[in-house]
């Protein structure tokens, strides 16, 4: 399997200067979803070539919503998220062979998490 870009990245790219700041964290955090689970598509296929470079591609994105924070503004919301995004990447990254399959799970739980308040602060701005 070829790794594609997400649909995220694709609705990036057709959209780059539409979109707010607010749409492109969501859609980062969509992509993160997406490969977390084309990696763990790849650990049941035996697919280890992809799976390295998907892992590759979370951690970027991770990093990417990390960097985004605004640690002035964002108060401890933001300090909190750093750790978040700060364990996710241990996680990935320390994990052993044997527990990747749990550590995707985790990692992909913490995320659409993160994407559900990130989608109630639209919803709560709409009102």
């Known amino acids: 399997m070829a790794v594609a870009p997400t649909n995220a990245a694709l609705v990036m790219e057709e959209n780059v200067n539409e979109l707010t700041a607010h749409q492109v964290i969501s859609l980062l955090l969509n992509g993160a979803l997406e490969r977390v689970s084309q990696a763990k598509a790849c650990i049941r296929d035996g697919n280890e070539q992809d799976k390295v470079l998907l892992v590759q591609k979370i951690l970027g994105i991770i990093n990417g919503l990390r960097e985004s924070l605004n640690m002035e503004a964002g108060g401890e919301i933001a300090v909190n998220l750093?750790?978040?995004?700060?364990?996710?990447?241990?996680?990935?990254?320390?994990?052993?062979?044997?527990?990747?399959?749990?550590?995707?799970?985790?990692?992909?739980?913490?995320?659409?998490?993160?994407?559900?308040?990130?989608?109630?602060?639209?919803?709560?701005n709409a009102e």
């Open 82 to 124: 750093d750790s978040l995004y700060s364990y996710m990447t241990e996680r990935l990254q320390t994990c052993q062979e044997k527990e990747e399959m749990l550590a995707l799970t985790e990692v992909g739980k913490l995320i659409e998490n993160v994407r559900q308040g990130w989608d109630g602060i639209s919803v709560a």
